[in-house]
């Protein structure tokens, strides 16, 4: 019922542009991007809750874990709609990623925002492959032995996700959001929201976790202690957010509110209305003094809400029996018990996530001694984190040398951000690819024949799809000049004659081509702005061997990097240059021979 | 009357209509080529000047500030020549606030009109505001702290000096504006060419769309025209002398200097010296190259 003004709330913003949610002169970001931030925290609860209690041998219902995880992929879902609707130009958000595209044009990595985009993309990857892998448990039980592992990777992701975002904020002037805190602070606001939310979710489908209950109160007295020490140090405090995430959970201590089960709900989303407000105060200081909620504003919380809950339910009722499952009764403890005998302990694990296999954590005194890298540790979670991160040290060593990320400052210090992130990603996809290759491909083999056929031509179909969108991009397929004119009329005269002499062509050169060819007869030399990738190398026999006409045409055409300059030189004068960088190559040529 | 007078008296009047409709108004004659002729009348630019006048409402806090020197070269302009530093200095001594900068600005760089909701916000499009009784525009900070949060790179810094943006690259994340100390970014809400709030007086700088951000720009386009000029003809090095902004062409009192801080010949080197430099005080420990003088001659 949401969902329909939401949408077309959703509509009207983005067909309308940014001016139509409520942002005043200072502030230029408003409601999407607070409730970017507020989804976004609610999406870290879900795998805190599966992740953390599965790393911390907390025991947990299966069916609770599924819940929460499901919750993490839906609101990560809605939480990206946000920044993307926020954007000006809403077609170029491919600038935002660290890809350099055809033109070497490449994003500015001092900025925050680009590692946000990355963490983000890869968290939601690795939320979904967590997800995937705990669904796939009841058919291929196999797969069950992957998840700690994988909970090692997600549970410093979440973390670090979180971290990144609120750096957009405290890397910024505005002086509300500045300070070392925020990024704990981001935190503990986001996992609280997020508990609440699995709270809610629980309670819809009817169970109760104390533990959450703990949390949650755990979370409130954090926050208040944070917000209380905010308001003592500059002052700002949001009272309608303190009542409702910070007095009302306290209610909790009330044994009455607690077992009453109405009154558990109101708390929760008590909670989940006194962090948005929180949010929104945050990201627009001057909301209800100089900026007022319009409609819009209303439609896209609506349409937040609503989404997330149609695709929560929906996923929810799709892979109803998959998540209830036919073996699972409430109470049930989750399969990642089986794996604990084998693992040497959650000691372990904390070595692993800090890096390659610094191997000797030794098992404790019961369990009998396997050797550190024969161990099943080593094998699941450091051979593939230890593979990571040495692909990722690789991969800044190899962008280091690229002669065309010279100007971009690609220093260890500027890919800080993305280094834990993407060393996850290449572990637990090494992880996942491998337990997959063991665990499900015997399983598939003995399915249908046509059904085989249909799931690798789908996997084929993909991997053409991206192989060819990859292509698109570094072919120049995203930067095509705006006004490109085709020309199919034949050249009318062939000639070689300078029909414009070589001093106009001197000055036609210098005034229109120099810029990126330079005025010497070294051509690229000179290389003017770092946007720009170096022109091609062109010496007499490369001219020769192209040929005046192509020549001709590729400036009046363009071709590849090079804009073309039909209309605004004569194929005339195209010509005469033509001839006069014929003679700067023979020049450049002479010289070079004089000088030896 | 006979009929030599009444034929004689037609063809005065017919002439006289066919001269009325020939009439040329002074101002359509400053932009040649396309979009000449559409776009609001300069004087609803004038009335749009005059109304964010009224409205202005911010104040400058002013401190004294060094005089802007060679830039800290940073990994991004290492190898580029920086003999150039461009920037402005204000002469609040000779400034009485009357705003034909801000009119000179808008006809120069095509800066569009808002619509009257934007308007009654206070959000105008204009590069250069009033901030109690005096010009404010972008000050191309040395370290500026915009270019360092723009996710594509769109926002720049020449090694001229200038804090440019790259329209086509622009994303309109809004983290420029959102972390300009001085909020001297302005970013198009609207579509100016399609609601008609656009007007190409100045052929040489392109219409913005909608969604990007904008600012001063130094009138990069006439630095620009006039290093072409030296390229082409070979003068040698080139030290931008003889540009100017418009709104230093455009300002009565000249009291806005346009010049190289970098280079003893400049305009605003002479200006300057012996005078105090001032810089708002949130901009004050970012380098920037647009400064005000007063008092001490």
């Known amino acids: 019922m949401l969902l329909l003004p939401g949408l077309v709330a959703l509509g009207y913003a983005l067909y309308n542009g940014p001016a139509s949610w409520a942002v005043d002169g200072n502030t230029f970001w408003g409601t999407p991007i607070s409730l970017f931030v507020f989804w976004i925290g609610l999406a870290h609860a879900g795998t805190l809750l599966s992740a953390i209690f599965l790393v911390l041998d907390i025991k947990q219902d299966k069916r609770t874990a599924m819940l929460a995880e499901l919750s993490t992929l839906c609101s990560l879902a809605v939480a990206v709609i946000f920044p993307l609707m926020h954007l000006g130009v809403l077609d170029r958000f491919y600038m935002v990623m660290p890809l350099a595209d055809a033109r070497m044009n490449f994003a500015n990595i001092r900025s925050p925002l680009v590692w946000d985009f990355c963490c983000i993309v890869i968290y939601g990857i690795l939320s979904l492959l967590f997800f995937g892998t705990h669904l796939a448990c009841g058919r291929f039980p196999g797969l069950s032995k992957i998840r700690k592992p994988l909970g090692w990777l997600l549970f410093p992701l979440v973390l670090w996700v979180h971290t990144v975002v609120s750096l957009d904020f405290a890397a910024t002037f505005v002086p509300e959001w500045q300070g070392a805190f925020f990024p704990v602070y981001f935190i503990v606001g986001a996992i609280y929201s997020g508990l609440a939310l699995v709270g809610c979710i629980l309670w819809f489908e009817g169970y109760r976790m104390r533990l959450l209950e703990q949390l949650v109160k755990i979370g409130s007295w954090l926050l208040c202690a944070i917000w209380l020490w905010n308001f003592m140090v500059s002052g700002n405090f949001c009272t309608s957010a303190f009542i409702f995430a910070g007095l009302l959970p306290q209610l909790l201590l009330v044994s009455a509110i607690k077992n009453s089960r109405v009154g558990r709900l109101l708390i929760y989303i008590s909670i989940l209305v006194g962090l948005l407000l929180e949010r929104l105060f945050l990201v627009s200081p001057g909301l209800g003094e100089t900026v007022h909620f319009g409609l819009v504003d209303l439609g896209l919380l609506a349409f937040g809400v609503s989404a997330f809950i149609l695709g929560f339910c929906g996923i929810r009722w799709y892979l109803g029996s998959a998540i209830e499952g036919e073996s699972t009764f409430f109470g049930e403890v989750d399969d990642s018990d089986l794996v604990k005998g084998e693992t040497a302990g959650s000691v372990g694990g904390a070595g692993a996530d800090s890096g390659s296999g610094d191997g000797s954590d030794g098992s404790d005194g019961a369990e009998k001694y396997v050797e550190p890298w024969r161990s099943y540790e080593t094998r699941t979670l450091r051979f593939p984190m230890f593979v990571g991160l040495s692909l990722t040290v690789l991969f800044c060593i190899w962008c280091g040398a690229q002669l065309a990320y010279d100007d971009v400052e690609l220093t260890l210090v500027q890919v800080a951000p993305i280094i834990y992130p993407m060393a996850a990603l290449i572990a637990a996809l090494i992880a996942v690819g491998k337990a997959f290759y063991k665990e499900v491909l015997p399983e598939l083999n003995t399915f249908s024949k046509k059904r085989r056929m249909i799931w690798s031509a789908v996997v084929i179909a993909f991997c053409i799809l991206i192989a060819g969108l990859m292509g698109a991009f570094y072919g120049g397929g995203a930067s095509v000049a705006s006004d490109t004119r085709v020309h199919s009329a034949p050249v009318a005269e062939i000639s070689n004659s300078p029909a414009v002499e070589l001093s106009k062509s001197r000055l036609i050169w210098n005034s229109r081509c120099a810029s990126c060819h330079g005025t010497d007869g070294k051509f690229n030399e000179k290389f003017v702005r770092e946007f720009y990738p170096v022109p091609q190398k062109l010496d007499s026999a490369r001219i020769d061997s192209i040929g005046v006409d192509s020549l001709v045409q590729v400036i009046l055409q363009g071709r590849a990097n090079m804009n073309a300059y039909e209309g605004r030189l004569t194929e005339v004068e195209a010509r005469g240059l033509v001839l006069y960088m014929q003679k700067l190559a023979q020049d450049a040529q002479q010289s070079a021979g004089e000088a030896k | 009357m006979d009929r030599r007078d009444f034929i004689k008296s037609c063809s ?274 970012l380098d920037p190259s647009v400064v005000f003088i007063m008092g001490k001659r």
């Open chain 2, 12 to 285: 005065l009047m017919a002439v006289a209509g066919l001269l009325f409709g020939c009439r040329k108004s002074v101002l359509e004659g400053l932009g040649t080529g396309e979009g000449n002729l559409r776009g609001p009348s300069p004087k609803a630019f004038e009335d749009e000047v005059r109304l964010a006048m009224s409205q202005a409402r911010g104040r400058l806090d002013l401190v004294r500030v060094n005089a802007p020197g060679k830039m800290k070269s940073s990994g991004l302009l290492e190898g580029a020549g920086c003999n150039n530093r461009f920037g402005m200095a204000i002469d609040l001594d000779a400034c009485d606030g009357c705003g034909k900068c801000i009119l000179a600005c808008n006809m120069e760089n095509n800066v569009p009109l808002v619509n009257e909701d934007e308007a009654a916000r206070g959000r105008f499009m204009h590069w250069i505001e009033m901030r109690g009784g005096v010009p404010f525009m972008c000050a191309h900070c040395g370290d500026a702290p915009c270019e360092k949060v723009c996710p594509t790179g769109a926002a720049n810094h020449t090694p001229d000096g200038i804090s440019a943006m790259m329209y086509k690259r622009c994303a309109g994340t809004r983290f420029c504006g959102a972390n300009c100390p001085a909020k001297a970014r302005k970013f198009n809400f609207l579509d100016a060419q399609k609601l008609g709030l656009a007007r190409k007086f100045n052929k040489d700088v392109p219409l913005r769309e909608k969604g990007v951000m904008e600012k001063c720009s130094l009138c990069l386009h006439r630095l620009q025209n006039d290093r072409l000029r030296f390229k082409t003809e070979s003068l040698g090095e080139w030290r931008g002398r003889g540009v100017t902004t418009a709104c230093a062409e455009g300002c009565p009192k000249n009291a806005i200097v346009f010049g190289n801080w970098l280079d003893s010949e400049s305009p605003l080197v002479k200006a300057t010296s012996g005078r105090q430099l001032y810089a708002p005080r949130e901009l004050a420990n």
